[in-house]
T-cell receptor
């Protein structure tokens, strides 16, 4: 399968600081998806990227897919306490393979 | 239904007992996944059903775990002779197009 690895595992920021999580694969990915899981909740789909070099934005969130389609990033500008949670990347090959996630803690 | 429904939401069982977890997917969408999530950990793939194809069972951790899907709809995950290390949240997901919709999960505690 298309295995993905995420870094960092944890990130603690002050409210207003930026945050970035990275997703990497040793093989070319057909696509990359990002999910957010709030504490005590279930993962919720954020976005899918398919094209090489693709960049998509959702308000303060910017998603990128690398030119070689082997890595992706999620960047949050000016974090808020509502951004707290674990962010997972995932790739659909056959099954939906998730990275281990980056847990974001935002303190006011 | 409007979303993916899982039952029970919580299950406490004694070590050695069998448990059955249920997933009611979104009607008409055939791709269904089971995942396990231990406290503070990522999503561990267990099994994948797609239409009438043979399920991908490559993620099942032992032969105590099995799953079935009846009529391409409801799925049940069965854990036999439960062990304490089976304690986790078991999540079912249904893929609609590219997007996976997750149920709220079943929190299993083996005592």
């Amino acid at each position: 399968g298309q295995q993905v690895m995420q870094i960092p595992q944890y990130q603690h920021v002050q409210e207003g600081e930026d945050f970035t999580t990275y997703c990497n694969s040793s093989t070319t990915l057909s696509n990359i998806q990002w999910y957010k899981q709030r504490p005590g909740g279930h993962p919720v789909f954020l976005i899918q990227l398919v094209k090489s070099g693709e960049v998509k934005k959702q308000k303060r969130l910017t998603f990128q897919f690398g030119e070689a389609k082997k890595n992706s990033s999620l960047h949050i500008t000016a974090t808020q306490t509502t951004d707290v949670g674990t962010y997972f990347c995932a790739s659909i090959a056959y099954a939906l393979n998730f990275g281990k996630g980056t847990s974001l803690l935002v303190t006011p | 239904g409007a979303g993916v429904s899982q039952s029970p939401s919580n299950k406490v069982t004694e070590k050695g007992k069998d448990v059955e977890l249920r997933c009611d997917p979104i009607s008409g969408h055939t791709a269904l996944y089971w995942y396990r999530q231990s406290l503070g950990q990522g999503l561990e793939f267990l099994i994948y059903f797609q239409g009438n194809s043979a399920p991908d069972k490559s993620g099942l951790p032992s032969d105590r775990f099995s799953a079935e899907r009846t009529g391409g709809s409801v799925s049940t995950l069965t854990i036999q002779r439960t062990q304490q290390e089976d304690s986790a949240v078991y999540l079912c997901a249904n893929r609609v197009g590219a997007e996976a919709f997750f149920g709220q999960g079943t929190r299993l505690t083996v005592v």
